[in-house]
């Protein structure tokens, strides 16, 4: 079962920021939500994960909700480049753990000029 | 620059005819991954590698067999393709099994 949704696709204009929602109602609390994005014809590529605070690194930001049942990854200058599959995924981390990365649909975002 | 690498990144094979797709990394991640993703669907992983330890997904088919002869390869062996196995199969590594995993290009297999 999905633990994830997230809208099927979006548009977003060049130089605008993106932002990318995710529901993840079910979530527990040792869970983390990862966001990755796959450019056509290529692997998967990590973007950014989080807990409970929001998260910024150099690709993106992160906002996770209080309740931590959603969140919002923002880019925050789209470019061409950025068109791709969004995935969020939801999984449990640590160094001994096994937490499957399950894709889902995913987002397709289109930046058009 | 650290990476993961796939060859071949196109493979042509017939049905029925065994194929070995591989992957290497020189990241030095201990946990190694394959996935396999058909046209418009998300990746669907098929097994790992934490170090020498094999772990299979419940629904992966027999046609599909894995090798980790040392830490920085891996192999995906395909010992009867069928039309159906036609996909593009991803590697991926992790420092550990709950770590952020990098994903190489990917390998097209055609089975015609």
């Known amino acids: 079962d999905a633990k994830t949704t997230q809208p099927p696709s979006m548009d977003c204009a060049e130089g605008r920021a993106a932002n990318l929602p995710c529901n993840h109602s079910t979530i527990s609390g040792n869970e983390y939500v990862y966001w990755y994005r796959q450019i056509h014809s290529q692997g998967p590529q990590y973007i950014i994960h989080g807990l409970k605070n929001n998260e910024t690194n150099e690709m993106a930001s992160l906002i996770i909700t209080e309740d931590r049942k959603s969140s919002t990854l923002i880019l925050p200058h789209a470019t061409l480049r950025d068109t791709a599959v969004y995935y969020c995924i939801v999984r449990s981390r640590g160094a001994d753990s096994w937490g499957k990365l399950q894709f889902g649909a995913g987002t397709q975002v289109v930046v058009t000029p | 620059d650290a990476m993961v690498i796939q060859n071949p990144r196109y493979q042509v094979t017939q049905f029925g005819k065994p194929v070995t797709l591989s992957c290497s990394q020189t990241l030095n991640h201990n946990v190694m991954y394959w996935y396999q993703q058909k046209s418009s669907q998300a990746p669907k992983l098929l097994f790992h590698?934490?170090?020498?330890?094999?772990?299979n997904e419940a629904d992966t088919p027999d046609n599909f067999q894995s090798r980790r002869p040392n830490t920085s390869f891996c192999f995906l062996d395909i010992r009867s393709p069928g039309l159906g196995d036609a996909a593009m199969y991803l590697c991926a590594t992790s420092r550990d099994p709950g770590g952020e995993q990098y994903f190489g290009p990917g390998t097209r297999l055609t089975v015609t």
């Open positions: 590698y934490y170090d020498k330890d094999f772990n």
